[in-house]
């Protein structure tokens, strides 16, 4: 089985949850894992070891919003050519990535899962409350688009979500 994962944190993965479960333990399973990630520094390396699958990054750049949003794009367009490759989509904790997968993954008809691993509308709403002027209602505008995405497309639309708590569960079946 060969699953793309799409995430936000650089290439190679740091975090252990996706090294351990989609690492080592995919691949004694036989799963392939595919990443797709983006940089977080223009011009930083993507090279290393990552032996589930291949990876895939897409980005900040030195040249601002207008390169990114062009190279993401591209890359999106790229993937959706090939996804025949693919059985399941699976993104973490991006909501507005996860609407573009999405909308691949049913025009290829392909499984979509969602990964929770924190809500990012209470997140963007937590920082506004931290933040004075044009930052305040920039933050909280952002964690009503973040909670708009979840409640009325990604969750209902995906085929299977997953949260990394119990806590956090039930605090989503309760807020989505």
């Known amino acids: 089985m060969r699953i793309l994962f799409a995430r936000n944190d650089p290439i190679p993965p740091f975090r252990h949850d996706v090294l351990t479960l989609f690492g080592k333990y995919g691949m004694r399973l036989g ?50 050519i090939n996804l025949s490759d693919y059985h399941v989509i699976q993104v973490r904790d991006r909501p507005i990535t996860a609407c573009f997968w999405l909308l691949a993954a049913k025009v290829k008809r392909k499984p979509f899962f969602y990964w929770m691993s ?33 409640r009325w497309i990604v969750f209902p639309l995906s085929d299977h979500a997953f949260v990394q708590s119990d806590k956090l569960k039930s605090m989503i079946s309760d807020r989505y």
């Open 31 to 80: 799963l392939a894992v595919d990443l797709w990630a983006q940089r977080k520094e223009p011009g930083a390396s993507q090279e290393g070891r990552w032996l589930a699958g291949k990876t895939f990054a897409c980005g900040k750049s030195r040249f601002g919003f207008l390169n990114q949003a062009i190279r993401f794009f591209f890359f999106l367009f790229i993937f959706f």
């Open 118 to 150: 924190y809500p990012d509308d209470i997140g963007y709403w937590m920082l506004s409350d931290h933040c004075t002027g044009f930052k305040k209602y920039y933050y909280f505008a952002k964690g009503c688009l973040m909670h708009g995405l979840l």
